[in-house]
T-cell receptor, first 114, second 117 residues
């Protein structure tokens, strides 16, 4: 069964600094998709970034980038120049081709200190 | 472009009661997925609806049921409520067709917080 593990329940970063959130997953599939979602106190999950497993190039979205290590089944999220608005729960998620059951990790709570 | 809206935002029920949660999908989306998010955990897939039919189901008992309407909105019904059903219920819409690619980005609503006493 595909599982997603986030080993950091909580992380803290100083405003303007860089922080990396970790995620590992377990799968026997070769083609799949990985996502990072942000859930602020408003509860609405917002897509941060998406990575296709067949692409070797790491995805980037402005201050957000990933380090995708397919062989190690690792998918970490780097947030550069952290802002107060980045404070939220961050969920790593996995989905396979032809599947509709997206699997989420338990989440990492990110605190940004001014 | 309207986003995903869910109602009610909060509700309290007692054990054994029934509840209906509602979701309006984002404009242009034809698929709705429901997730249960217990406190301190990540969302768990309940089921998905496409073309008004259930299109995949997670490990949830039959007392969790749903509907999708011709306008792509959806309902989640839970019968015989149990204390463990207390959770945030998230609805997510996406655009999909046969043979879901898995790449479909889910657009989430803000959820319905259910408390079962």
């Amino acid at each position: 069964a595909q599982t997603v593990t986030q080993s950091q329940p909580e992380m803290s970063v100083q405003e303007a600094e860089t922080v990396t959130l970790s995620c590992t997953y377990d799968t026997s599939e070769s083609d799949y998709y990985l996502f990072w979602y942000k859930q602020p106190p408003s509860r609405q999950m917002i897509l941060v970034i998406r990575q296709e497993a067949y692409k070797q190039q790491n995805a980037t979205e402005n201050r957000f980038s990933v380090n995708f290590q397919k062989a190690a089944k690792s998918f970490s999220l780097k947030i550069s120049d952290s802002q107060l608005g980045d404070a939220a729960m961050y969920f790593c998620a996995y989905n396979t081709v032809g599947n509709n059951d997206m699997r989420f990790g338990a989440g990492t709570r990110l605190t940004v200190k001014p | 472009e309207t986003g995903v809206t869910q109602s009610p935002t909060h509700l309290i029920k007692t054990r054994g009661q029934q509840v209906t949660l509602r979701c309006s999908s984002q404009s242009g989306h034809n698929t709705v997925s429901w997730y249960q998010q217990a406190l301190g955990q990540g969302p768990q897939f309940i089921f998905q609806y496409y073309r008004e039919e259930e299109n995949g189901r997670g490990n949830f008992p039959p007392r969790f049921s749903g509907l999708q309407f011709p306008n792509y909105s959806s309902e989640l019904n839970v019968n015989a409520l149990e204390l463990d059903d207390s959770a945030l219920y998230l609805c997510a819409s996406s655009f999909g067709g046969t043979g879901f690619s898995g790449a479909n980005v889910l657009t989430f609503g803000a959820g319905s917080r259910l408390t079962v006493l």
